[in-house]
Nanobody, 130 residues
Framework: VQLQACGGGLVQPGDSLRLSCAVSGFTLDNYAVGWFRRAPGMVREIVSSINKRDGATDYAESVKGRFTISRDNAKNMVYLQMSSLKPEDTAVYYC????????????????????????WGQGTQVTVSS
């Protein structure tokens, strides 16, 4: 079982970047997926999540209107399209999968720093700097 995030890099403020989360070892259809990030010296926070079948999405206020999460179950892929990037978006971004979409919604609403999910992925570094 593996989730691998990729697509990070060094970009300038205002630029766009698309992160990908490749899933292997389980059927993505049965899981909701969330994107998290941890900035230097900060706690981990949830950025966005997407439900497993109806594709419902949820976003942190800090990224709403700038980030878009999507999924392609046939390809076992989840994406995070990031636009109008700001220096404060600099962080290591992680994807995670859980059977319950509510896990991610609860994490955002309650500002949970530590949650238990079924699967965590490796991170990818995003640096926004001029």
């Amino acid at each position: 079982v593996q989730l691998q995030a990729c697509g990070g890099g060094l970009v300038q403020p205002g630029d766009s970047l698309r992160l990908s989360c490749a899933v292997s070892g389980f059927t993505l259809d049965n899981y909701a997926v969330g994107w998290f990030r941890r900035a230097p010296g900060m706690v981990r926070e949830i950025v966005s999540s997407i439900n497993k079948r109806d594709g419902a999405t949820d976003y942190a206020e800090s990224v709403k209107g700038r980030f878009t999460i999507s999924r392609d179950n046939a390809k076992n892929m989840v994406y995070l399209q990031m636009s109008s990037l700001k220096p404060e978006d600099t962080a290591v971004y992680y994807c995670a999968a859980d059977e319950y979409y509510a896990t991610f919604i609860t994490a955002r609403v309650l500002g949970l720093q530590s949650i238990t999910v079924d699967y965590w992925g490796q991170g990818t570094q995003v640096t926004v700097s001029s």
